[in-house]
Structure formats: structure tokens, C-alpha cells
């Protein structure tokens, strides 16, 4: 039954001693169980039959027994810290065994690399954590969220963000279809953007990003028109590829396309560099078992091979 209100500290006070001696019945072993000396058990006693009234136990200078009210507050209370021992128990457990559920907020072009390269065989190896990936595009701090760590940009993370790199830094590039840049011709400067049809992209804000390229050493944003807006990266990439327009992607997701002919990159000596993909968590909070596992084990993989989403290796040349 949910109470109506909460406990006081001074309730609690003595019920531990009371289960030791209601289970020992005796004041001399009740004490040398919870290690204090058998005047402080008596004191502890003594008080909590003081506040509720009503003596718990008979005394005779030879033996300790029950009252009929102590056998009735025995039979209520050590249910209830029996619960309250598993429930410590429960959490403890969360502490030191890899088990439960670890869920991860991570931007929706990453999600499939992710889970294939670290979410499957980190489950793999752990067979008791259950893992929930969310794929989103929203930069809202996930601790607030519930989630146990997220991916982002180096340049998004909280504050309070413990960071563990996935990435070396990459490139956001240009690119557009062979179809389209043989019909409206390559742009060689920023400016020329101002003449191509570019397809937008709709960021989690609901604002149309405009584009950060770098000229005379600054970031600089250019707002560019075309008649199609996506709001994934997958969409963003189809489009480059059916001749929509440019597009404006991040490197290593467009590497594959532009190594099998169907993207060509633009505006190489102006792509900014992004400081890569890291794996974050708070850290003011404490680290349970199964997230101290896959920290571990991402640390690991990482060190082994490129990264979950590894640099561009195209022919442009990016500002670096």
C-alpha cells in the first residue's frame, strides 16, 4: 500500500536493532552482531519502545522475549526489510554485474555502422545487456532523456560530457552527380553556389542548415536554394546521386558513393573539418557495471581498427 506521507529518520531509528534481537533474543549477541557495546543496543531498544509507546520485549534478568505488540511489529517490519535488503541488493548488483538494459542516443547516419561494428559484438560478449539504440537527429542532452550515452559531434558535446573519440576528424564536403555536373558544370569557388541548385537540409531545430565552408582561414556559412529539402542523411545522399543538386554531406558517408562513380566532390580546398564522432556519458553521474563494459570495450575496438565511421579517403583535397 503506497503511504501518504513520507517516513521520518527518527522512525527508523532502532529497527535494525530490534530485528537482531527479535531473531537472537539476546542483548549480548544482538550487540556483537552489529558491533556495538549491549548498553548502546538497550539505549537503542529502549528508545524505540519510548517513541512508539508500547514495550516490544519481556526482560528477566535471565531471558528476552516478544511482547504480543512485539510479535506483532516483528511480523509487520522484517517483510519490509527483507524488501528493502533486496532492493539495496538490486542496485548493487547493477554496480558490479554487466546486466540490464543500456540504451544509446546516437544520430540516425550513424546508427547502422554503430550497431554493426560495436552494438552486435559488444552483445556478443555480453549476453546479459539488453541494448536499445535510438536513432535521432536531436542534439537535447540525452541524460535528460534517460539514455545512458549518446554520439555526437566533438563540437555538441554537454558540458559535463566524459567523451571517448569514435573517429578521427573528417571533412564536411561537397558533391553533386556526374549527370549534374556535366549539364551545369563544377563550382570552383563558394560564390558559384549562388548558381547551382543545392538541396537543403532540414536540421532537428526545423531550420534549413546553411552551408559551413572555410575561405581565407574562417568558417563561413553560405544559405543555399534549390527546390528539394531532406532531413536525414540517407535522403541527402540519395538525392546527390539522382542529380537533385549538390549536396553537402560529411565525407566518410559519402566515400563509398564517390569511389563507385556516382558522387563527384566539389569545392575540396574549402571543406571545413569536423573534430569527429565521440561516444559520450555524463560524468557527473556514476558508472553502473554495463556501462563501464562498453566504454571498455569501445576504448578497445577503437585502438584496434580506424574507427566505427572511419575518415575520408577521397581525391578532394579538404582544408585540413
Not at 161 to 179: D, K, N
Not at 234 to 257: Q, R
Request: proline residues 7%; charged residues 20%; contains cysteine.
Amino acid at each position: 500500500m503506497q503511504r501518504t506521507k513520507p517516513l521520518r529518520q527518527d522512525q527508523l531509528d532502532g529497527l535494525i536493532a530490534f530485528s537482531v534481537l527479535a531473531r537472537t533474543l539476546s542483548f549480548r549477541a544482538a550487540a556483537r552482531e552489529l558491533g556495538i557495546s549491549p548498553s548502546a543496543m538497550s539505549h537503542a531498544i529502549r528508545s524505540l519502545e519510548d517513541r512508539l509507546g508500547v514495550a516490544l520485549f519481556a526482560r528477566t534478568t535471565r531471558q528476552v522475549g516478544l511482547t504480543e505488540a512485539g510479535v506483532r511489529f516483528c511480523q509487520a517490519l522484517l517483510p519490509a526489510l527483507d524488501g528493502i535488503a533486496d532492493a539495496i541488493g538490486t542496485i548493487e548488483l547493477l554496480a558490479t554485474e554487466v546486466s540490464g538494459e543500456l540504451r544509446l542516443n546516437v544520430p540516425i547516419a550513424v546508427a547502422p555502422k554503430l550497431v554493426q561494428d560495436i552494438v552486435a559484438p559488444f552483445m556478443a560478449k555480453y549476453p546479459d545487456v539488453r541494448v536499445e539504440v535510438h536513432a535521432s537527429d536531436s542534439f537535447d542532452p540525452v541524460f535528460q532523456e534517460g539514455f545512458d550515452a549518446g554520439v555526437r559531434f566533438g563540437e555538441m558535446l554537454d558540458p559535463d560530457a566524459v567523451a571517448i573519440r569514435l573517429t578521427e576528424p573528417f571533412p564536411i564536403g561537397c558533391f553533386g552527380s556526374p549527370a549534374y555536373i556535366g549539364s551545369r558544370g563544377e563550382p570552383v569557388a563558394p560564390g558559384d553556389l549562388d548558381f547551382h541548385t543545392c538541396v537543403g537540409f532540414r536540421g532537428a531545430d526545423g531550420h534549413v542548415q546553411p552551408w559551413s565552408l572555410i575561405m581565407d582561414g574562417e568558417h563561413r556559412d553560405f544559405a543555399v536554394v534549390g527546390g528539394l529539402t531532406v532531413s536525414d542523411a540517407t535522403s541527402n545522399l540519395a538525392a546527390g546521386v539522382a542529380g537533385a543538386g549538390l549536396i553537402h554531406a560529411a565525407a566518410p558517408l559519402a566515400e563509398h558513393f564517390v569511389s563507385s562513380g556516382v558522387l563527384v566532390p566539389v569545392l575540396g580546398p574549402y571543406w571545413p573539418m569536423t573534430s569527429g564522432l565521440f561516444l559520450y556519458y555524463s560524468g557527473r553521474r556514476q558508472k553502473l557495471a554495463k556501462l563501464a563494459a562498453l566504454i571498455a570495450f569501445v576504448t578497445a575496438r577503437t585502438a584496434q581498427s580506424a574507427a566505427v565511421i572511419p575518415p575520408s579517403t577521397n581525391t578532394a583535397d579538404p582544408v585540413r
